[in-house]
């Protein structure tokens, strides 16, 4: 009797535990991957500012506000005298624009929520990538066409694309397969101080 | 895997170590023929120092932990304040996917890209060379200080304590507010009252007395001249605890004017350095440096320049010199005048011979008897003479400022008698604004505040309290002073005793002019504003002299501009409108206008004749000495400074009486017991350094310690000397005779580095370790009669490369590939290229326990060696940082891979990776590597390193290491990557020579050429393959991508 409860343990039950314990560890490693990297990530700004409207509408190049983006490491987030370019007299009567002068006016800097991120111990470098001919869709995804996703003006941009040193790695090992446009393009740098130092 | 490894060991045994072993006696006598030795303890094989080559790890090291002063909480309790905090901060958090903010600028100044540096010009005002700067900020803020290749003196470079002195600027101790007794006051406030007591001062004809440093600004004198009009009873003393004075007056006796011209030592084939440390501490080091190493230049096809030195202490010129002659340096003056009977008298150099007023005087002295009574060698002695001889007009004589105005005068006659005021600049020499206070002034001053006739002293930015001489007595003396007012940036012992204290901006907050020499002037502009509420001091001046204008941060600027318009434009004759020249000068840093300098006078030989003798004794002589890291105390809050090796003797965090072998075994002592020293009625108790090469009976004290108010950092750091000063002084204010030492109980341990990370550890190679070819020497003769002799030996040695050993990756390096070499021709061993990389790359300040347990995390160590005997040794200076071996053996000892190879021939270390187990430095033969045992930020004197705004400083390209990482030179790959992001932009090749390294950036010498080894256009290349060059350890076959050029010693007979 106890031999066969001992083998029925072994024989079925273990599996089946087994089993169950496997499955759910993949399903849920799975379905959390964009959870876990941060996909869809989606923070409240303090303005509702329209990635759509002016890169996507009105086909304002990215580069005429992220200044940095060819020349630095950092592609660098506008100052609000960039925003006030044109909105010092472009809808000056819209509430959100009048937030925005009000900042401008009282001197304060306006403290956008960080979107996307890389520890503080990878040094991205925008600059050769961009200069390398990628585009800044291929990582931040289609950001002229990002607005108010989930109905909430205030959450117009999102982070699409993980951000891991696998996903890193995968294009730096198979840059033509990734971007077969680009045929002059090197295989990305694999060692360590590329990125860490 | 095991195979390979051991292949590799054997082929280590069949090619390299044991052929060696077989006859070691033979390589020993025939190859490399010198031992080197870096301290007694490694002379005379000390059991510690067996330990410390045995082990990588001391016993201190690897201590555990003290018990007693960790926390006494519980581990429950520790668990439950962990869990509840923990739950707290769960609670805290609402979302655990924010990553904070990004804040923009509001209005983002043009020429600011973030994450791009901009570099401004300004000038240091560390010592008196205002050196020209450059300053590189990131997004604002300063982050590092280098020379300004526009300024015709610095040229690009600057020393250690211009390179640290950015740290002075983000001092968390920095003064932030005007104090009047201690407590906080307002500006207004202060100035009104300040003002009241200035003018009551001035009504009542009471003394006001401004007590500053050289004042070397064109500005400043400005103001001072016209606040003595608005305050007719104010005097102006200036004084400098390392000043040229008796050189000054020497010239002023000798040719009659107080300016020195400056020196075309890249001209000299011959210089004689009498007790004078060119190269090291006095002023106008860096410009010295760049010269000499220009006739040391083994690319050039120019002879080789010969350098003596006569000396007493040891100092850098000394160990730099190709004949060094050991001296007491009372005797020096008898030397020079030997020197001289032999050429005017003897070999009838000159129209001198002719002069009986010079002749008479020079007859009653004899060489030879003298080389007999101080038992010096005859045969370097009458090589000199026939060198100064063979030279004439191409050599130069220079005594050090610590020697009195009769050597100085002998000194000038002797440069004279040769002909080598040819080498005096036509072109260029020293401007003196305002002459130092003599004695006898700061004397008056004293007697006068006694008495009570000084209303206000005025500290403007000085620290006498700390610096002068107790005769004066002088904290004494300010007692009985109504009103005492310090400006000054941080606390100190002055501001201590004064009423009001006022803090002043930093020089990267200020603006200011400087004249040191003819043809230029120097400009020094604010890189950020004021972090605190701090004015400049030369405002505050400015603001007292008229209170009716509002004070505001532009009034300095407004002020120099227009001195610049009326007073200095026309001079210039620019054909740009005033304000864009003005712009213009700023932007440079420097302005350079045609001026002539006056032609020297005739050299008078009554000042000769008629000086009277410095006298010889058999006495102690003390010799208080400057210091490449405090100065005068005024950097004794700079960790980085304090912490940086003394050149020669590697010591750190501390001063000491230094002693000869045999001075210190006749009074009984060794390092580290206590010793009293005694002059006449002034006493200071100091731990002794017996330091080899010491002349005997000199005791050598480096002024700048033992300050009292320093802050955190710097108070009760060391002895302080200056108590020994006296006011009136028989020979000069830092040289003494007739001084006492006795032993005394007690000992103090002196933290010394320099038995640190030795490299030898096999004990099979027990007798041949230190002739391992570490250091490769020859002389200049060997070279240029057969330049290959370097490479002929290394034959013998069974150098030849091996076959790639298997167990480690194969690589190509087809595309760039990175190699620094150093020539160590050029490299004097000055440790600018140490704290230049303590800035650039993040280093911690450790302190001096944890150097004296062997922690300290300098990722280059400037090894200097002896060899020879103790009383007249030999040095070598070798900078050791991470090799790059091709085949590394750090890293196929790594369990975690974490320190890697890259395509570009580097060995990388990823941090994020790094789990701590020390394997790979165990591993590597050079002992480059450095292992954060705490996080030294935070358990160096209570995290002063973590408190606001340190954290400003911190280049924010590299990582800030944490506890538990190795961490080691990178060759600066945050600059590699820069040039390859710059390569990628412009559309082309990465080009080696675009990269400069911290250390390389900061040399003065142009010792280290950094670059693309796979460039055979490059000049690292060209070094690489020159015959000279070696690499360390070659017989270990690990490929280092560090190339050493072979010091050739200028010296005649081959060198034993």
Known sequence: MKKFLLDYGIKVRLPIILFVIIVSFAVTYYVSYAERNGIGYQPEQPIAFSHKMHAGDMNIDCQYCHIGVEKSRVASVPAVNVCMGCHAISRADKPEIQKLTQYYNENKPLPWKRVHRVPDFAYFNHSVHVNKGLACEDCHGEVQNMDTLRGNPFKSIGQVSSFTMGSCLDCHRNAHEKFPNLPNLNRGPENCNACHR | ????????????????????????????????????????????????????????????????????????????????????????????????????????????????????????????????????????????????????????????????????????????????????????????????????????????????????????????????DEFKVTYPTAKIYSYEVFNDTPKQNAWFKSYGKRTIPALQLDKAKVILALE???????????????????????????????????????????????????????????????????????????????????????????????????????????????????????????????????????????????GNTKLYSSESENVELMPLSTNDELSALDDNMQKGGVGVVI???????????????????????????????????????????????????????????????????????????????????????????????????????????KNLYPVFGSLAPFNKFWLTILHDGVALVNEKSESAGTFSTGAFAESSRMKA?????????????????????????????????????????????????????????????????????????????????????????????????????????????????????????????????????????????????????????????????????????????????????????????????????????????????????????????????????????????????????????????????????????CQHCDYAPCENVCPVVATTHSNDGLNAMAYNRCVGTRYCSNNCPYKVRRFNYFDFRDHFRDSIQYAEPLDLLANPEVTVRSRGIMEKCTFCIQRIMKERQDAIQENRKVIGSNVKTACQEACPAYAIVFGDVNDKESEIAKYREHELAYSVLEEIKVLPNVTYIAKLRNVLEESK
């Open chain 2, 1 to 224: 895997m095991d195979k390979g490894k051991l292949n590799i060991s054997n082929m280590i045994i069949e090619n390299g170590p044991e052929a060696k072993r077989e006859d070691s006696e033979d390589l020993v006598e025939q190859a490399l023929n010198k031992t080197y030795w870096r301290s007694f303890k490694e002379l005379y094989n000390d059991p510690d120092f067996k330990d410390a080559v045995k082990y990588e790890f001391t016993k201190e090291s690897e201590e555990k932990p003290d018990l007693s002063k960790l926390s006494g909480i519980s581990r429950r309790r520790f668990l439950a304040l962990m869990s509840a905090s923990a739950a707290l901060a769960a609670a805290g958090c609402s979302n655990y996917k924010d990553k904070g903010l990004v804040i923009a600028y509001n209005q983002k100044p043009e020429e600011v890209v973030l994450g791009l540096p901009n570099y401004y010009a300004s000038a240091c005002t560390g010592c008196g060379s205002a050196c020209g700067i450059l300053v590189k900020t990131r997004e604002g803020r300063p982050i590092k200080i280098d020379g300004n290749p526009d300024h015709p003196v610095s040229k690009g470079k600057i020393c250690t304590k211009g390179q640290a002195s950015i740290m002075n600027l983000y001092n968390p101790e920095r003064l932030r507010e005007p104090m009047f007794n201690k407590l906080q006051t307002s500006w207004d406030e202060a100035n009104k009252n300040i003002v009241n007591e200035l003018k009551s001062a001035s009504s009542s004809g009471k003394e006001i007395a401004i007590i500053t440093h050289s004042v070397l600004s064109p500005s400043l004198k400005k103001l001072l």
């Open chain 2, 276 to 418: 004078s440390d060119f190269l090291g501490n006095e002023l106008n080091q860096i410009e010295n440096t760049r010269l000499y190493s220009q006739t040391r230049d083994v690319m050039s096809k120019n002879e080789f320049s010969r350098l003596y030195a006569v000396e007493g202490a040891v100092t850098l010129t000394g160990t730099n010199a190709d004949y060094r002659i050991r001296l007491r340096t009372d005797a020096i003056e008898e030397f020079v005048i030997c020197i001289l009977n032999e050429l005017v008298n003897r070999k009838k150099v000159s129209a001198f011979a002719a002069d009986s007023r010079v002749t008479s005087v020079l007859a009653s002295y004899n060489l030879n008897d003298f080389a007999a009574k101080y038992y010096l060698d005859l045969k370097s002695l009458n090589q000199l003479i026939e060198d100064l001889t063979k030279h004439q007009g191409e050599g130069i004589i220079l005594a050090g400022d610590k020697l009195p105005e009769s050597t100085h005068i002998a000194a000038n006659l002797l440069n004279e008698v040769l």
């Open chain 2, 459 to 565: 500290h403007f930015d000085t620290n006498p309290v700390f610096h002068f001489s107790p005769d004066y007595n002088y904290a004494e003396a300010l007692k009985k002073v109504h009103t005492v007012v310090t400006l000054t940036e941080e606390i100190s012992e002055s501001a201590e005793l004064s009423g009001y204290v006022l803090p002043i901006n930093d020089p990267l907050e200020s603006w200011g002019d400087f004249k040191t020499r003819t043809g230029f002037y120097s400009l020094q502009q604010p890189i950020i504003a004021p972090l605190y509420n701090t004015r400049q001091k030369e405002a505050i001046l400015l603001n007292w002299k008229d209170l009716e204008k509002p004070y505001n941060e532009k009034i300095y600027n407004d002020y120099i501009r227009e001195n610049w318009e």
């Open chain 2, 617 to 881: 004794g058999s006495d102690f002589i003390v010799l208080l000495q400057n210091n490449n890291s405090v100065g005068d105390g005024r950097f004794a809050s700079n960790g980085w400074l304090q912490e940086l090796p003394n050149p020669i003797t590697k010591t750190v965090w501390d001063n000491y009486a230094a002693l000869s072998p045999q001075a210190a075994s006749e009074i009984g002592v060794n390092s580290n017991d206590l010793v009293e020293i005694t002059l006449g009625s002034k006493k200071q108790t100091l731990p002794v350094f017996v330091q080899p090469g010491l002349a005997d009976k000199v005791i050598e004290i480096s002024l700048g310690y033992g300050r009292t108010a320093a802050g955190a950092v710097g108070t009760g750091v060391g002895v302080n000397a200056n108590v020994l000063i006296s006011k009136a002084p028989a020979i000069t204010e830092r040289f003494y005779n007739n001084a006492q030492i006795t032993k005394v109980s007690g000992t103090y341990e002196i933290a010394s580095t320099q038995e640190h990370y030795p490299i030898d550890s096999d004990p099979l190679l027990k007798d041949i370790q230190y002739k391992r070819g570490i250091i490769r020497e020859g002389t200049y003769e060997e070279y240029k009669t057969n330049p290959k002799f370097l490479k002929e030996k290394e034959g013998r040695l069974n150098l030849q490369p091996i076959n790639k050993p298997p167990v480690y990756e194969s690589k190509d390096y087809t595309g760039y590939k990175w190699g620094m070499a150093i020539d160590l021709n050029k490299c004097t061993g000055c440790g600018a290229c140490i704290t230049a990389c303590n800035v650039e790359n993040n280093i911690p300040i450790v302190g001096k326990d944890q150097v004296i347990v062997n922690r300290e995390m300098m990722w280059i160590r400037l090894d200097r060696y002896y060899s020879g005997t103790p009383d007249a040794p030999k040095t070598s200076y070798q900078p050791m940082l």
